[in-house]
């Protein structure tokens, strides 16, 4: 048999009864209603300022910890050698430039001979149609020379370039002839300009001489130069005498005395005399004497 239920309620559930509904409503609404107003009130006070956390003490320690690891590394250098004994690094300091020092003077050399130089001097301003027979030079410049020019103007020419590289004390020329084959025998005087004169000559001993001699001779003999005089041991000799003598070319004069009075040596021809050669030798073969002395201060 269907059976029907009529209350509307489900087999064993009971339904509330509706004053029962009414009381549960009432109270939620008054429920709500409570709530808003707490809500309301706390939403009227004012909001307090929030205060900053004080820092920790492990914060503290984090900051030192990092202060001390950033040292620390930028001074590991001189930390590592303090532990491996070795010594301090010092921090790298470049050294100042130093200016470099002045080049040492070279040392002063004297000056040529001053026979050579007189000799070479008159040697260069000879003319083509004048010609030297003999020549006297002293260790000052001071010279004495004869010739012979083939026209008269050659010879007026010779004393005017004399003029130009020093003075000329005294001359003597023939007076001009009107033949044409006048042979001008002349002599002329004077002292060359330009010539450093040493201040101290002194005499050289024979013993000094001797070896001199056999240094040059040697060499004379293989340029066909002969000796025709060489200084003897235990030989006195003066101002006056010339204790070298010799018979060559003016170029092989000119070497020998330049072996035995080089410019940085401290010898130096006292007197020169240029002759002929004897007869039967070139044109251009002298005879030439000389003596040495040594220089004490220039």
Request: net charge negative; charged share 25%; hydrophobic share 35%.
């Amino acid at each position: 048999m269907l059976k029907i239920n009529l209350s509307n309620e489900e087999d064993g559930e009971e339904k509330p009864s509706p004053d029962t509904a009414d009381t549960a409503v009432h109270e939620a609404a008054e429920t709500t209603t409570g709530t808003a107003e707490t809500d309301s009130d706390a939403s009227d006070q004012p909001k307090e300022k929030k205060k900053r956390r004080p820092i920790s003490k492990r914060e503290i320690v984090l900051i030192v910890l990092l202060c001390v690891t950033a040292l620390a590394y930028y001074q590991k250098d001189m930390i590592f050698g303090l532990f491996s004994g070795g010594e301090e690094i010092a921090p790298v300091v470049e050294a100042p430039v130093q200016p470099l020092p002045e080049p040492e003077p070279e040392p002063e050399l004297l000056a040529p001979d001053p026979a050579i130089v007189a000799l070479s001097g008159i040697q260069g301003v000879v003319p083509e149609r004048a010609w030297l027979t003999s020549a006297h030079i002293l260790y000052d410049g001071t010279y004495e020379i004869n010739g012979m020019a083939f026209t008269h103007d050659s010879a007026l020419q010779l004393i005017a370039m004399l003029g130009k590289i020093g003075t000329v004390g005294t001359h003597n020329i023939p007076k001009k002839q009107k033949s044409s084959e006048t042979v001008y025998p002349f002599t002329v005087s004077g002292k060359m300009n330009d010539v450093m004169v040493p201040e101290i000559l002194d005499n050289i001993p024979s013993d000094r001489l001797v070896p001199l001699a056999e240094s040059v001779s040697i060499d004379a003999k293989e340029r066909g130069v002969k000796f025709l005089r060489l200084p003897q041991a235990g030989q006195v000799y003066t101002n006056d005498d010339l204790p070298f003598a010799l018979e060559g070319s003016f170029d092989d004069l000119q070497d020998i005395i330049s072996t035995l009075c080089p410019d940085d040596g401290n010898t130096r021809i006292y007197r020169l005399k240029i002759n002929p050669a004897r007869p039967g030798k070139g044109y251009n073969t002298i005879q030439a004497s000389f003596s040495l002395k040594t220089v004490s201060a220039i």
